[in-house]
Nanobody, 120 residues
Framework: QVQLVESGGDIVPAGGSLRLSCAAS????????VGWFRQTPGKEREFLAA?????????YYVDSVKGRFTVSRDNAMNAVHLQMSSLKPEDTAVYHC????????????WGQGTQVTVSS
């Protein structure tokens, strides 16, 4: 199985930047892609970005974060990062990373999440 642990959440002022990390362990060879999602109380979980795990990096972003968020990977460290800039109060949420395994149709393994709070 794959395990994921997020880190890097913090309280930042509006306009600031933050980098989140997602450390993968276990059967990482089974990972096809890692995605970042966020959730706030009362709202549905929102997909933000994803990156393929091996080979050439293919990245995907939801339109609302294009140009502000960048997803990258560090295979040597078995980690995926989400660099966030120009943060807005509406970016406040719990951020989760999730893994989609080879052959799977969705992101089936999730981390516990890390809290990001953007103050106005």
């Amino acid at each position: 199985q794959v395990q994921l642990v997020e880190s890097g959440g913090d309280i930042v002022p509006a306009g600031g930047s933050l980098r989140l990390s997602c450390a993968a362990s276990g059967r990482t060879s089974r990972i096809y892609a890692v995605g970042w999602f966020r959730q706030t109380p009362g709202k549905e979980r929102e997909f933000l970005a994803a990156i393929t795990w091996s080979g050439s990096s293919s990245t995907y972003y939801v339109d609302s974060v294009k140009g502000r968020f960048t997803v990258s990977r560090d295979n040597a460290m078995n980690a995926v990062h989400l660099q966030m800039s120009s943060l807005k109060p509406e970016d406040t949420a719990v951020y989760h990373c999730a893994a989609r395994e080879v052959g799977a149709s969705d992101f089936g393994t999730w981390g516990q999440g890390t809290q990001v709070t953007v103050s106005s």
